[in-house]
């Protein structure tokens, strides 16, 4: 998942600048049809969609998988070719594109498992 702009800086700022920086509570996991970029565009709107709060284990070799489903019902028709995490407060954290498209239907569900978001750093 791509690191966005907000997260990049905060992180920078925790490292080099002593400012002290967490996210609170579980990641909000939003769908995208496009690449969300460094901001979290593209975002699937219509419907019942709405973001999903997920649950993610500790961290190991600069690597995070989440430990409990996303399930996003009510969706608007949409082929969606991304997803991204947003903390509590609404910042755009990260994005990355899905292994393959998810075509829905009006009124659809999509259901991401366990173990199928996975955070990396470089």
């Given amino acids: 998942m791509s690191k966005s702009t907000f997260l990049g800086n905060k992180q920078l700022d ?3 600048n002593s400012v002290a920086f967490s996210v609170t509570g579980d990641p909000l996991i939003s769908l ?18 709405a973001r ?8 190991a070799a600069k690597s995070v998988t989440n430990t409990s489903a996303a399930v996003f019902s009510g969706m608007p028709a949409a082929v969606v070719t991304h997803v991204g995490a947003w903390s509590a407060a ?4 990260r994005g990355g594109e899905l292994n393959e498209s998810i075509t829905v239907f009006l009124s659809g569900v999509i259901t991401l498992g366990i173990g199928e978001i996975t955070a990396t750093e470089a």
Avoid: I
């Avoid at 970029?37 to 219509?46: D, L, Q």
């Fill in 14 to 16: 925790a490292e080099f």
């Fill in 32 to 49: 995208h049809t496009g690449d969300p970029g460094t901001t979290g565009a593209n975002e699937v709107a219509g419907g019942s969609y």
């Fill in 52 to 59: 999903q709060a997920t649950v993610f284990g500790a961290a």
């Fill in 90 to 93: 609404g910042d755009f954290l």
